[in-house]
């Protein structure tokens, strides 16, 4: 398929800027991929949609405040965006602003020079840091940084993005930006869905570079996913192999895990390794082998994020839901509303 096929002209006022007030209010959009039927929902509604036996698959990834503001030792304004902020790493790979005049060598001073860095060296474009901070950057992006919002989001940080761009259940650092499917659950919502019967697991994808690469060629089967780490457990495996209902993945995160971990599923399940690295490209004409339901945000034009919706329900389909859903102003993108395609 082109990557043509996979834009679509949204009206700008429709891409949210904040989070609705309530977690669970925001609005839910219900598309059945056997039939094409569209229902309009509130989000909390999603316990109407469960049935016991049915299971749950949320990523429980944790965004950390990655994004620093500072200045060149030289002079001059520089934002960085650590795109692998695991402790400990000797090296740090950054999105830099302005790239252009971070050379080698050149030393970038955050804060009030509690924490400066040095670019250590540049590949393939990319550049790389070293920060003066005893390997722990983790403790020093909690004092200094700032929640790495998306570009779309014409704003700046303010003090609830903290709570809100973040998922109630996150609880392993390491995502540079949130499994957005996620934002819509609060604790009270996923006690109700226990209640119903409907089982819950978590598993890990830690959010990296590749939600910000851009698909640059037309035939997108020669576009390359970055490589993200995941984790699976045992418990997960066990639960989908002795599935009673639906497999239902909340989020394109969630999916990717699943569907990188399994050959196939049921007697016969035959998990991989539990811990590693994934740069699975689900685009139209995969064939899903663990994923029966999928929960999403509405994704921006020409994404890997749409391609694995358009696989999932067929791209027309996901084409008709979306434009129903621009006909009813539903609100788009990281802070939009969501949908659930079963």
Same mark, same amino acid.
């Given at each position: ?11 700008? /006022?429709?891409? #949210?800027?904040?989070?609705? !007030? &309530? ?9 059945? !991929?056997?039939? +094409? ?8 509604? =999603? ?29 001059? &304004? ?20 302005? #790239? ?22 540049? /590949? ?47 609880? &392993? ?23 119903? *019967? ?9 959010? *990296? ?11 997108? !089967? ?8 995941? /984790? ?52 139209? +004409? ?24 358009? #696989? ?8 008709? #839901?979306?434009?129903?859903?621009? !006909?009813? &102003? ?11 395609? =079963?």
């Amino acid at each position: 398929m082109k990557l043509s096929d996979f834009y679509y002209d949204l009206p700008k /006022e429709l891409i #949210a800027q904040y989070p609705v !007030k &309530k977690r669970d209010e925001s609005r839910l959009l219900v598309l059945y !991929k056997n039939t +094409g039927t569209i229902e309009h929902r509130i989000f909390k509604d =999603i316990v109407e949609y469960l049935n016991p036996g049915d299971l749950l698959v949320l990523n429980n990834t944790k965004v950390l405040p990655a994004r620093l503001i500072g200045r060149k030792e030289t002079g001059g &304004k520089v934002e960085a965006l650590v795109l692998n902020p695991a402790q400990g790493a000797v090296e740090y790979e950054v999105l830099l602003k302005p #790239a252009r005049r971070c050379r080698a060598g050149s030393k970038i001073i955050f804060g009030d020079g509690e924490l400066k860095a040095e670019v250590a060296r540049i /590949e393939n474009g990319r550049r790389f840091l070293q920060f003066d901070c005893n390997g722990n950057l983790g403790n020093m992006l909690n004092k200094l940084g700032q929640m790495p919002l998306p570009p779309y989001i014409k704003r700046d940080t303010v003090d609830s993005d903290a709570e809100r761009y973040q998922t109630v259940y996150a609880s &392993k650092n390491g995502a540079v930006a949130a499994p957005t499917a996620g934002l819509h659950f609060t604790k009270k919502l996923l006690d109700d869905i226990s209640t119903k *019967g409907a089982g819950i697991e978590y598993v890990t994808l830690h959010v *990296g570079y590749g939600t910000f690469k851009p698909v640059n060629s037309e035939d997108i !089967k020669e576009h390359k996913m970055e490589k993200e780490y995941f /984790e699976i457990g045992q418990d997960v495996i066990k639960r989908i192999k002795n599935k009673k209902g639906k497999v239902i993945a909340v989020g394109t995160t969630s999916a990717r895990v699943l569907e990188s971990f399994y050959a196939y599923v049921g007697e016969g399940l035959k998990p991989s390794p539990t811990t590693g690295w994934t740069d699975l490209f689900i685009y139209p +004409g995969y064939r899903f082998k663990a994923v029966d339901g999928l929960l999403t945000n509405f994704h921006l034009p020409k994404t890997t994020l749409l391609m694995l919706a358009a #696989a999932f329900c067929g791209r027309e389909l996901l084409f008709k #839901a979306y434009e129903e859903a621009i !006909k009813e &102003k539903y609100r788009f993108y990281s802070y939009g509303d969501a949908m659930l395609i =079963i």
